[in-house]
């Protein structure tokens, strides 16, 4: 129900898109995000977006990752800029339901930043 893309390497500085397609029925009016792991290191909240377009980040990434959302396409995209190696990491898109809470995952991709 999700799918995630856009990973990969890349060196230090620079960009990546990360993108995800959900389906209309667990997209539609409930919040959005990207969780990352790195190797040896719990899941942490990168970036999340609500419905409305209110979007919050991890300050380790603010000003750097921006999160945007397409409603009509029902797709979530993480643009990440000025990358770091700390920022290496499988990335997951998340959807959680409103009406039940459930949450949702991606299956992640990884991102690989060389320093």
């Known amino acids: 129900q999700l799918q995630a893309s856009g990973g990969g390497l890349v060196q230090a500085g620079g960009s990546l898109r990360l993108s995800c397609a959900a389906s209309a029925s667990i997209f539609s009016n409930n919040a959005a995000g990207w969780y990352r792991q790195a190797p040896g290191k719990q899941r942490e909240l990168v970036a999340t977006i609500t419905s409305a377009g209110r979007m919050t980040y991890v300050d380790s990434v603010k000003g750097r990752f921006t999160i945007s959302r397409d409603n009509a396409k029902n797709t979530v995209a993480l643009q990440m800029n000025n990358l770091k190696p700390e920022d290496t990491a499988v990335y997951y898109c998340?959807?959680?339901?409103?009406?039940?809470?459930?949450?949702?995952w991606g299956q992640g991709t990884l991102v690989t930043v060389s320093s």
């Open positions: 998340w959807v959680r339901r409103s009406d039940s809470f459930r949450d949702y």
